[in-house]
T-cell receptor, first 112, second 113 residues
């Protein structure tokens, strides 16, 4: 079965500094990987998606992630954090078709 | 296109009751999946429906059931509610192939007293 591990439950950064949210995955085949964001009391919004077309995936709001097969990682980055980036982020792998397996989530705090 | 809609947004029930949640997918999407989100267990897959058939199922008891109609709208039912069923229930829709993106609705917040 596929699984993902988000290495940090909380990350705190200052506004204008880089963001790094770490994710490792386990998959028996070439996976589809996603990052979703959830703002308080809101649904999930897709940030970006990897499906083997390119290892560096660019998403919305300046986020990007790099698929590294050798390290089984799919870390999410952003060069400069904005206050509006404060939210919970989920690394997700697709298992058996349309079933999504979610990581435990990383809460990003952005300090002014 | 309109997004995924879920009704109701909030629901309060008591133990032993049953509840039905509704999800309307994005127009043209044939797959609807349901997820439960709780602080303790995180986001967990309940089941997926595609063209009115359950195509995939998570590890939840039989009290949790669903169905999909010919217009792709889906309902989820929970019978004999327990306190532990209090959660945010999210529905997601997609065209239906394995690599399609799933688009989520805002969720239904169920509180069981």
């Amino acid at each position: 079965a596929q699984s993902v591990t988000q290495l940090d439950s909380h990350v705190s950064v200052s506004e204008g500094t880089p963001v790094l949210l770490r994710c490792n995955y386990s998959s028996s085949y070439s996976p589809s990987l996603f990052w979703y964001v959830q703002h308080p009391n809101k649904g999930l919004q897709l940030l970006l998606k990897y499906t083997s077309a390119a290892t560096l995936v660019k998403g919305i709001n300046g986020f990007e992630a790099e698929f590294k097969k050798s390290e089984t990682s799919f870390h999410l980055t952003k060069p400069s954090a904005h206050m509006s980036d404060a939210a919970e982020y989920f690394c997700v792998v697709s298992d058996r078709g349309n079933k999504l397996v979610f990581g435990a989530g990383t809460i990003l705090r952005v300090k002014s | 296109k309109a997004g995924v809609t879920q009704t109701p947004r909030y629901l309060i029930k008591t133990r032993g009751q049953q509840v039905t949640l509704s999800c309307s997918p994005i127009s043209g999407h044939r797959s609807v999946s349901w997820y439960q989100q709780t602080p303790g267990q995180g986001l967990q897959f309940l089941f997926e429906y595609f063209s009115e058939t359950q195509r995939n199922k998570g590890n939840f008891p039989g009290r949790f059931s669903g169905r999909q109609f010919s217009n792709s709208r889906s309902e989820m039912n929970v019978s004999t509610l327990e306190l532990g069923d209090s959660a945010l229930y999210l529905c997601a829709s997609s065209p239906g192939t394995a690599t399609d993106t799933q688009y989520f609705g805002p969720g239904t917040r169920l509180t069981v007293l």
